[in-house]
């Protein structure tokens, strides 16, 4: 890592880390809903995190958030963004209501929704932690819903107290059948990015040494 | 008082312009002008207005205060420099301390059920105290603070 720019091999190994992340969670989230879900991992780079908000339409979009921090040997965070109208889909879904039944969410759709969030994170974190060889343990997610900007921001704020840029690896999700499209970012500081690459590089040593 | 006709002429006229600011800046504009920042969670946005000059800034704030790091890029991601550049700006453009404005918007808790994040957490409400504070200093100054 030259200053804070990745080589082009370091950003294929952080997308495949993406890739690995992806699939464990689409599946959790697939068998949880019962649907089959696409995903893609557009992207996995260091970014200034403005530009982050860019993606979810525009600043003032309703949207559901659900956050989760990562501690362990990395410090990171998932966010799961929906848009406010798949928010309320998703509910339906997983309360098992008619498709377009729940207008507002109550804490019980709250509640089932957190764990959504807890579930597909959880799937997607373990198989990292097995992949990566590192410790990475979840801790209890919050939701809200309010403007894109205003949930962003929180997570923007906790990773500008120490630079004004992160490693952000996006993933794109859609459940087919039902049209819900949402994000799911997971966010490491750059001195974690760090340590992800170094346990990625031990890993293709350890490989290439054993053929 | 500002001639409202002529600001309304220069409105539909479209000279007047919505400036956004965005998280970590800090604009200032006269009227008709508009300044706008858009979704705030647990940012703060600290506006000055002068009346007598129809004029503004408005600062889109992220962290309380400088210290805890290093990197200075954007001129008013901490509160407490914000208003120190603020005043600067305004003051330059002939702008009477006692004459402005000033108020805040903003420093929400976006997730409270997230123990473990205190330190993060409590950065909206931190913010909030270090531009109380700030302001304060500016009101012993001579400031007639009608902000709330």
């Not at chain 1, 559901?64 to 965070?77: A, K, Q």
């Not at chain 1, 990566?132 to 894109?148: A, F, Q, R, S, Y």
């Not at chain 1, 962003?152 to 630079?163: L, P, S, T």
């Not at chain 2, 000033?102 to 929400?108: D, L, P, S």
């Amino acid at each position: 890592m030259v200053g804070n720019e990745f080589t082009r091999l370091e950003q294929d190994a952080l997308r495949e880390v993406g890739f690995i992340a992806a699939g464990h969670a689409s599946r959790a989230l697939s068998e949880l809903v019962g649907e089959s879900v696409n995903v893609r991992v557009p992207l996995a780079r260091v970014t200034s995190l403005e530009k982050i908000q860019k993606i979810l339409g525009g600043p003032e979009a309703l949207v559901t958030g659900i956050y989760l921090p990562i501690t362990g040997d990395l410090g990171g965070s998932v966010l799961m963004l929906f848009p406010k109208k798949t928010g309320l889909l998703l509910a339906d879904v997983v309360q098992k209501r008619g498709k377009g039944t729940t207008k507002k969410l109550d804490d019980m759709d709250k509640s089932a929704l957190k764990e959504v969030g807890n579930i597909i994170s959880g799937n997607c974190l373990t198989a990292l932690s097995k992949f990566l060889g590192l410790k990475l343990i979840e801790h209890v997610p919050d939701l809200t819903c309010d403007m894109l900007n205003a949930v962003m921001d929180y997570v923007i704020v906790k990773f500008g107290q120490h630079a004004e840029e992160a490693l952000v690896i996006e993933i794109e999700f859609n459940i087919r059948r039902i049209k819900i499209p949402g994000y799911f970012l997971l966010l490491f500081g750059l001195k974690d990015a760090g340590i992800i690459l170094k346990s990625l590089k031990k890993k293709l040593a350890e490989h290439s040494g054993g053929k | 008082m500002p001639d409202l006709d002529e600001l309304d002429k220069a409105r539909r006229s479209g000279m007047a312009e919505e400036i956004e600011v965005g998280m970590g800046n800090l604009k200032v504009a006269s009227s008709p002008d508009k300044l706008v920042a858009r979704g705030i969670g647990s940012c703060l946005v600290i506006t000055f207005y002068d009346p007598r000059l129809h004029m503004g800034a408005l600062a889109h704030t992220m962290l309380p205060d400088s210290r805890k790091a290093e990197s200075m890029s954007l001129p008013a991601k901490y509160a407490g420099n914000a208003i120190e550049i603020m005043i600067e700006k305004m003051t330059a453009m002939g702008s009477r301390l006692y004459d402005i404005e000033a108020k805040i918007v903003g420093g929400a808790n976006m997730f409270p059920n997230i123990e473990h994040e205190n330190a993060v957490t409590m950065i909206g409400e931190e913010n909030i105290e270090t531009v109380k504070k700030t302001k304060r200093r500016g009101h012993q100054a001579g400031g007639r603070g009608r902000g709330r």
